[in-house]
Nanobody
Framework: QVQLVESGGGLVQPGDSLRLSCAPS????????MGWFRQTPGKEREFVAA????????YYAGSVKGRFTISRDNAKNTVYLEMNSLKAEDTAVYYC?????????????????????WGQGTQVTVSS
């Protein structure tokens, strides 16, 4: 497992943009697929987006496709979640996740159980 640290959350208005960042603590990415999930009180953790270790492929939940973009800079050892056209329903704690895999299809990794490593979460609040 790898320790992850998220940053970039905050309070924004509907329609605004926000970028989250996630970096491993004390080690490099290696062949880690990276993902973002979100969770609101009383609900299960929900898949948002994932990116392959090479950055060559990405996968999104339908609710964010076209608005959110996941990317990674392996030289900086950082993965990003660019969130545009934010809505009130995007309000949640956002979690970064990692799994050492170079072959598993991202579309088969939408359950939190698929990801062994997690960050502590960062709050995103969209409100006018």
């Amino acid at each position: 497992q790898v320790q992850l640290v998220e940053s970039g959350g905050g309070l924004v208005q509907p329609g605004d943009s926000l970028r989250l960042s996630c970096a491993p603590s004390g080690r490099t990415f290696g062949t880690y697929a990276m993902g973002w999930f979100r969770q609101t009180p009383g609900k299960e953790r929900e898949f948002v987006a994932a990116i392959a270790w090479s950055g060559a492929s990405t996968y999104y939940a339908g609710s964010v496709k076209g608005r959110f973009t996941i990317s990674r800079d392996n030289a900086k050892n950082t993965v990003y979640l660019e969130m545009n056209s934010l809505k009130a329903e995007d309000t949640a704690v956002y979690y970064c996740a990692a799994k050492m895999t170079a072959t598993q299809a991202l579309g088969t990794m939408q359950s939190p159980l698929d990801w062994p490593s997690w960050g502590q979460g960062t709050q995103v609040t969209v409100s006018s």
